[in-house]
């Protein structure tokens, strides 16, 4: 049985919601069924990431559900968030489920900052945590160190990806960044966070919520939204010696080999090759995964990506556009999931930053955990 994404919902993003998480879902929710055309009771499963704060159960009150026949989360933060569509495709596909939500809220800017520092209870963190590495962007920023020592890349290729992101969510009305572009200067000017990331480099903090609606591809046919998003592959993946966000252990470094066990079954899966795909929607929470993520997927070779970037090469026009909503860094960041609505409506054709063509879409989850990813077609 084939898998399709019926529908797609999302609040505003914002800085500051005003409202709870859980309304942020059931919004989110709410929108996403009116888009496939569904009511809350048409609804058998959900899917979320282990951090979300909000409980099936209390997310199917709201809404109206009723009875649920599936109900799984999926660990690692952001490396969730293909994953979650995996998962709702394999519950249809069984028939473990007619329909599945697969749903994403926070308050991250006005609630907790993912940020910031924070004691984590996960034994891996006594390898790092105590000489000091307490953030995120401080332990990226080691692997990132290695990555430039091994590619012969240089910062200025860590800002042409975030300047091509600002682009995008500039004529994105949508992304919390409309209408204010950057330049490579004003990525240069942009105070350290943890050498050699700046602060550019790192995604942005948001609120909000999004959702999307799995069901079989029969059944989408008949919905009133066509044309119906079929899921083409998706996978997981975790590399060997993996730790989380820092795995300085394993023999090479500066590199993202998770993401490697993801591409080899995107591409088995989905009998599409990376010269197929019409724009990639990257997983951007720090911009030296993203070129690490081009060479893992197969869009060039090991050391290769900033060549690929060079000149406009991941902006609209270019060989390969990337994340034309603006990604994490311009549009929001709501682990990732906001990157899979904007892949459905590039094979809708609805997207603010349409890119032309008929192929494919990739989608990628975070990446330095455990990670995930799609492969996303039109329906014949």
Not at 76 to 85: L, S
Not at 105 to 119: D, H, I, K, T, Y
Not at 128 to 155: E, F, I, K, N
Request: include cysteine; charged fraction near 20%.
């Amino acid at each position: 049985m084939t898998a399709a994404i019926a529908g797609i919902g999302a609040t505003e993003f914002s800085k500051d919601s005003g409202r709870s998480e859980l309304r942020l879902a059931v919004e989110a929710i709410r929108a996403a069924l009116d888009d496939a055309g569904l009511r809350p009771a048409d609804v058998s499963g959900l899917v979320t990431f282990t951090m979300d704060n909000n409980s099936e159960i209390a997310v199917a009150r709201e809404l109206g559900i009723g009875e649920l026949t599936f109900l799984t989360r999926i660990g690692y933060g952001g490396g969730a968030a293909c994953a979650v569509v995996q998962q709702a495709v394999l519950a249809v596909g069984a028939g473990l489920a007619d329909v599945v939500v697969c749903y994403r809220a926070l308050n991250e800017r006005s609630g907790r900052r993912f940020g910031q520092a924070f004691a984590s209870p996960d034994p891996d963190s006594g390898w790092h945590a105590p000489m000091g590495l307490a953030t995120p962007a401080a332990q990226v920023a080691m692997v990132a160190q290695r990555y430039l020592h091994d590619s012969g890349a240089s910062a200025d290729d860590f800002g042409r990806v975030t300047v091509a992101a600002r682009r995008h969510a500039a004529t994105n009305p949508y992304a919390w960044f409309h209408g204010r572009p950057i330049t490579l200067d004003d990525h240069r000017a942009s105070r350290w966070i943890a050498e050699p990331l700046r602060l550019l480099d790192c995604c942005q903090e948001s609120d909000g919520a999004v959702a999307v609606v799995v069901t079989s591809l029969e059944r989408a046919r008949d919905l009133p939204r066509p044309p119906a998003v079929v899921v083409a592959a998706s996978a997981q993946g975790s590399g060997p010696g993996q730790y989380v966000m820092t795995s300085y252990y394993r023999p090479e470094v500066g590199a993202l080999p998770e993401m490697g066990v993801v591409a080899r079954q995107l591409w088995d899966r989905s009998g599409f090759r990376p010269h197929d795909v019409r724009t990639a929607v990257l997983y951007d929470h720090f911009t030296p995964y993203v070129l690490m993520q081009l060479e893992e997927l197969g869009f060039c070779a090991r050391g290769e990506a900033r060549h690929l970037i060079a000149d406009g090469g991941v902006e609209l026009g270019g060989r390969l556009p990337v994340n034309p909503h603006g990604g994490q860094l311009g549009e929001a960041y709501i682990h990732g999931m906001n990157g899979i609505a904007e892949a459905v409506r590039q094979i809708r054709g609805t997207a603010v930053n349409q890119v032309p063509g008929d192929g494919p879409v990739l989608v990628t989850a975070g990446t330095g955990v455990p990670t995930s990813g799609l492969v996303l077609a039109p329906s014949l």
